[in-house]
């Protein structure tokens, strides 16, 4: 109740460093100021953004922290509360959008890049505003929230994500962005694998998970949020179902690229915004590592999207026989006719006669065919990864066949993207295993965060 917590607040002034005072409620009772000096306060604020065309959240920021900044504090803490799914979507690929409305998420990253203050800090809540919480620090807020426990819905990280997969607290100079782009980039590893290889290096940059619902909307905005912030958003690697705007988005695609109609990497080079697919030679390292040379063997890739098209087109250059096979019969005949290769739909595939069993859709909870008919002497690769092994992996292996999972293929591509990204190899020293192993804390920082924690009190 509103009287409780003004009672708690005053309790908390006589016994805690720092007070939060809530924008605009807290800052309306003249007995709350009086007993929490200026320089033990936090004043907060915590609002929606707007989203949509013609909408400004930049802006809206601004106004908000200039009512926030009328009131003398030690810090100022901003937390926008990020739009809708449905208002995420308004905008699709390929519609135009107003200048800010298109991914209002850089809202809160351009205030701090506008203010260069050492007292605020500004963030957008929920998963799609992760990287604004990442990236803060960087932005001179004093601040960065974490989670000692797993990373929460509300787009918090845990404090060991913060620090093993973004090196905080140690704030290296910073002079450009790379990123994953998708609609669940939230959960890659890719920043852990590519900043351990940043760092590694002395490379002035980060690499940050961008959710995003469309493409096109996003790109643009990332484009314009690094003219405004002076840190340039310099590659991108991109998940599916954004891999065919990717190319279409392109000033200039690879003929793999353009083959196999799908792109993984978006990248700058002189002015020029390049798309490849390392979808390819992630495949063949992986089958090529297990021992399989897939000249001459009949091929079958369940799953039509990017990943499968440019898996397909990657057997075929190393001379497979290959078989596309698709739920959608739409998609699939489309990719057959591109590809000149045969097309058979899912519902009537045997993986009998296969030499090569290919799995590039999304389906991880079931396999998304059975592997019981499948000859003795078949290789199963999976391009997803995922901890434990896969349904399909374990029952491939259950069944005796050589399973090649979605790390295997990660390690590989990984490494070309992050080549291809900053145009250095990646670093042989960067523990590229052991670090997708790696979850939560480090183990030597759990005790030294625990007494850091203990050391200080404060309260909201």
Not at 65 to 82: M, W
Not at 207 to 230: D, I, M
Not at 245 to 264: F, I, K, M, R, Y
Request: aromatic share 6%.
């Amino acid at each position: 109740a509103p009287a409780e917590r003004v009672t708690r607040l005053l309790r908390a002034a006589d016994h805690y460093d720092m007070v939060d005072l809530e924008w605009p409620g807290d800052l309306e009772l003249p007995e709350l100021l009086a007993a929490v000096p200026a320089g033990r306060r936090r004043i907060s604020w915590h609002g929606t953004l707007p989203a949509g065309p013609d909408t400004d959240g930049h802006a809206a920021l601004r106004a908000a922290f200039a009512s926030l900044q009328a009131v003398p504090a030690a810090l100022y803490l901003l937390t926008a509360r990020s739009p809708s799914p449905e208002q995420e979507s308004e905008g699709e690929e390929g519609e135009e959008e107003g200048e800010e409305g298109e991914y209002g998420t850089t809202a809160a990253p351009l205030l701090l890049a506008g203010l260069r203050r050492s007292d605020v800090t500004a963030f957008v809540s929920g998963p799609v505003g992760t990287w604004t919480r990442v990236l803060a620090p960087w932005l001179g807020a004093p601040v960065v929230f974490g989670r000692v426990s797993a990373p929460g819905p509300d787009g918090m990280p845990s404090v060991g994500q913060l620090v093993t997969d973004y090196g905080l607290p140690e704030l290296p100079p910073l002079h450009g962005l790379f990123g994953i782009v998708g609609r669940n980039s939230g959960r890659s590893l890719s920043p852990r694998l590519h900043n351990a290889a940043l760092r590694a290096l002395g490379l002035p940059a980060l690499h940050l998970p961008f959710p995003a619902q469309a493409l096109t909307p996003f790109w643009r905005a990332a484009v314009r949020f690094g003219e405004k912030s002076g840190l340039p958003v310099r590659g991108l690697t991109v998940t599916a179902p954004h891999k065919e705007t990717a190319l279409e988005l392109a000033d200039v695609a690879s003929p793999t690229a353009q083959g196999c109609g799908a792109a993984n990497l978006m990248w700058q080079d002189d002015g020029l915004w390049r798309a490849d697919t390392t979808d390819t030679v992630g495949a063949l390292h992986a089958l090529a590592r297990a021992g399989i040379q897939p000249a001459g063997l009949r091929a079958a890739v369940v799953g039509c999207g990017g990943a499968g098209r440019a898996v397909a087109l990657a057997l075929l250059m190393a001379g497979a026989r290959v078989t596309l096979v698709n739920r959608g019969h739409a998609r699939g005949q489309d990719a057959s006719r591109r590809m000149r290769v045969p097309y058979v739909p899912l519902s009537g595939f045997s993986a009998a006669g296969y030499g090569v069993l290919v799995q590039a859709t999304s389906l991880v909870e079931r396999p998304p065919f059975p592997v019981a008919t499948a000859d003795p002497t078949a290789a199963v690769l999976e391009m997803a990864y995922r901890d434990p092994p896969t349904p399909l992996m374990e029952a491939a292996r259950a069944r005796g066949l050589l399973g090649i999972d979605g790390w295997e293929v990660l390690l590989v591509e990984v490494q070309e993207q992050f080549r291809l990204l900053t145009g250095h190899p990646m670093p042989p020293a960067v523990p590229l295993r052991s670090l997708c192993s790696r979850q939560g804390f480090p183990q030597d920082f759990r005790q030294d965060i625990t007494a850091h924690l203990c050391g200080r009190e404060s309260t909201s």
